[in-house]
């Protein structure tokens, strides 16, 4: 499944690939694809997210407004380098098509963290 956000930062794009727990993050402006092994939701729990999302705005291209929730920071893993595309799905390499695609790391951040990005990061 895939979910669209944007908030102040711009635009965000998620795809999880549950059956290989792994998501890619695509932000406006970047070039980059932002992989990270991600075991947060099965199947089912994306899937509710998305009938969740279609029920909430019956316009299927309107983009949703991001939460205020906890701050997140994802940044390239340096020690892993860019992603052999033969792990990633055919979809997610769709997703990821004309993006440079770099295995990331994430962490909560606290609020006065967040406002420090670098080059190579993005909330």
Known sequence: ETF???SQDGETAIMYD???ELAAYKFSGLH???ITEDSTYNEDEVEDMADQCEKDNEDENKVEEADGGPNMNITIDETRGKVDK???TQKMLDFCKHHEIYWAVT???SPATAS???ANSRQ
Do not use: A, E
Request: with cysteine.
């Open 107 to 109: 962490r909560q951040t």
């Open 4 to 6: 669209y956000t944007k």
């Open 18 to 20: 549950t059956k290989n």
């Open 116 to 118: 420090d990005d670098v």
């Open 86 to 88: 033969s792990v990633l």
């Open 32 to 34: 980059i694809c932002f």
